[in-house]
């Protein structure tokens, strides 16, 4: 019995085509890059956001999940003295995260978006535990 080769045999680059690289070219909606650090009173949140700016940018968190969105659009037009296009071009940047972090202080959280950049400060509750509590069974 003959081998048949897989298409990823045939192709091994075939899996980079619907890479986060071409999916940015096309315009496709993308996870923001993220660095998320738990230290012992509060997490802090990094966030690469590039092409969105703050106006852009929603943070919101609700039981307790903390959920970062954005969307920017962008239009080029280059016309010649007949109004005919030579040109025309749009792109759409988007993203959406959502994170699971217990214990955090709504009132008390802050944050700045700067150069494509954002970060948050979400402080602990101060009703946290970081002990486990063990649990009898009967």
Same mark, same amino acid.
């Given at each position: 019995?003959?081998?048949? /080769? $897989?298409?990823?045999?045939? @192709?091994?680059? @075939?899996?980079?085509?619907?890479? /986060?690289?071409? &999916?940015?070219?096309?315009?496709?909606?993308? $996870? /923001?890059?993220?660095?998320?650090?738990?230290?012992?009173?509060?997490?802090?949140?990094?966030?690469?956001? /590039?092409?969105?700016?703050?106006?852009?940018?929603?943070?919101?968190?609700?039981?307790?999940?903390?959920?970062?969105?954005?969307?920017?659009?962008?239009?080029?037009?280059?016309?010649?003295?007949?109004?005919?296009?030579?040109?025309?071009?749009? $792109?759409?940047?988007?993203? &959406?995260?959502? @994170?699971?972090?217990?214990?955090?202080?709504?009132?008390?959280?802050?944050?700045?978006?700067?150069?494509?950049?954002?970060?948050?400060?979400?402080?602990?509750? *101060?009703?946290?535990?970081?002990?486990?509590?063990?649990? *009898?069974?009967?």
């Amino acid at each position: 019995m003959a081998n048949v /080769p $897989s298409i990823r045999d045939m @192709f091994p680059d @075939f899996s980079d085509v619907f890479s /986060p690289t071409f &999916n940015d070219f096309l315009g496709v909606s993308t $996870s /923001p890059k993220v660095d998320l650090k738990e230290l012992e009173n509060e997490y802090e949140l990094t966030a690469d956001m /590039p092409g969105c700016d703050k106006e852009d940018t929603v943070v919101e968190y609700a039981d307790n999940t903390l959920t970062i969105s954005a969307k920017h659009e962008t239009h080029t037009e280059e016309k010649d003295e007949d109004k005919n296009y030579l040109r025309k071009e749009r $792109s759409l940047v988007s993203y &959406n995260r959502s @994170f699971y972090l217990p214990n955090v202080d709504e009132e008390k959280i802050t944050g700045e978006f700067k150069n494509g950049v954002l970060k948050l400060t979400l402080p602990k509750s *101060e009703n946290h535990k970081k002990e486990a509590k063990r649990i *009898e069974l009967n």
